[in-house]
């Protein structure tokens, strides 16, 4: 069981080293999206500290949406869906082995990169700790909620804008954690009940989620 | 029940089995978009023998085969492999069948060689089978390039290369002809044969007559309704 989970993880992987340009992609989005905020609003120091945590974290969030368009259409198209559906494994722990793999790869780069950003925005060391750490129990929560619309959506032509809209309730609390986490760091206040609810969303949705995707999947396929 | 590998060039027996396997079908209806497409099929296949399903577009072949699999889910009836449902029993049904549908199932940016290991699943195979397998394929020239640049019937070649390699008893192919030149549907003729004489079970849809000599049936979906 184990060897055949393994190679279910290493077969996304080789994937990813054929496609680079997915991975570029999402990460390039990710720099730029950031890296634009002080152009576009103002150089001022204090300010740019009090939006980083946002800015940061909302453009992890389009990010990992832009990133599920790929999770399944193309699995779709070229039939390796249906393959993967009629494998001898439970179908909902091979989908949540598949989603660790695409969060490693389009989503632990961006927790990377976030203490760069940080530092671009004159965060303190601790505030970076902070916003790193909101974004590396976040991320495979945007993965996990978000792989769910991707699977009610791949079939569709252009389903990138009911994805977003599909997500948008389920990611708002997140993002009001993630940020208000790194904001309340900077105020002095404690951050526990903030990484006590992430870590709560992130385990529920552990759990659930491949369940969910599973389902979805199933319809979609029928 | 013996399968063995059909590699011509290391033939093995992989599985040593006394288990008969056997397919029902039972009083099986489907639809698709609220249109009955048929009802109570009830078909039983021992090992051994092939099952070749004919009728004219849009008679539900292809959704009749998806039912099989499990990846259509019936309006009435039930598929037993073994005597035990197939829904119920998901995990031991899949790990014995093997299913190639219209699409290749082929990833265009990998190689032949990673596309044969990854459609083989869990199954474990040697680098040296899969070399031969391809080989035997017509495919051993053009193993290191992306499916991309393969044609059409190469493409299919490579989907079908996986029967030369593949451990399961049942198999299930949509339209396996397509796409093929005449020397490969020679070559394709000669796996199908050799896996029902090795007490393997197959499902096919084609549109042209087969020739073999092994026992298959043939089911006529369009005629309860003509």
Known sequence: MHKMLWKLFSRDMTLFMHRKQDVVTVLGFFLIAVALFPLGISSDPELLKTIAPGAIWIAALFSTVLALDRLFSEDLDDGTLEQQMLMPVPLALLLLVRLIAHWVITGLPLVLLAPLMGLQFGLAFNEIMILTLSLLIGTPVLVLLGAIGAALTVGLKSSGGLVTLLLLPLYVPLLILGTSSVSSAMNGVDVTAHFSLMGAALLVSLVLSPFAVATALKITLD | ?226
Request: one cysteine or more; hydrophobic letters at 40%.
């Open chain 2, 1 to 226: 029940m013996q399968v063995s590998r059909l590699l011509k060039s290391n033939v093995r027996i992989i599985v040593v089995n006394e288990k008969r396997f056997m397919l029902e079908i039972e009083g099986l209806a489907v639809e698709r978009e609220e249109r009955l497409l048929f009802s109570g099929l009830s078909v039983k296949l021992p090992a051994g023998e092939g099952l070749h399903i004919v009728g004219k577009n849009g008679a539900g072949k292809t959704t009749l085969l998806r039912t099989l699999c499990g990846l259509t889910s019936p309006a009435a009836g039930a598929i037993k492999w073994n005597e035990q449902n197939t829904t119920d029993f998901r995990e031991e049904f899949c790990s014995d069948l093997l299913y190639l549908g219209h699409k290749n199932a082929n990833k265009t940016e990998l190689n032949c060689r990673e596309n044969l290991r990854l459609a083989l699943g869990v199954q474990s195979v040697s680098d040296k089978e899969i070399g031969d397998a391809l080989h035997e394929a017509g495919l051993g020239m053009l193993s290191h390039l992306p499916t991309r640049f393969l044609s059409q019937g190469q493409q299919r070649r490579l989907s079908l290369a996986r029967l030369l390699l593949t451990d399961a008893a049942l198999w299930v192919l949509d339209e396996p002809y397509v796409a093929l030149d005449y020397k490969a549907i020679e070559w394709l003729d000669s796996i199908l044969e050799h896996h029902l004489n090795n007490k393997g079970l197959l499902v096919l849809t084609s549109h042209q007559a087969l020739t073999m000599t092994a026992t298959i049936r043939v089911l006529n979906l369009g005629e309860q309704y003509a």
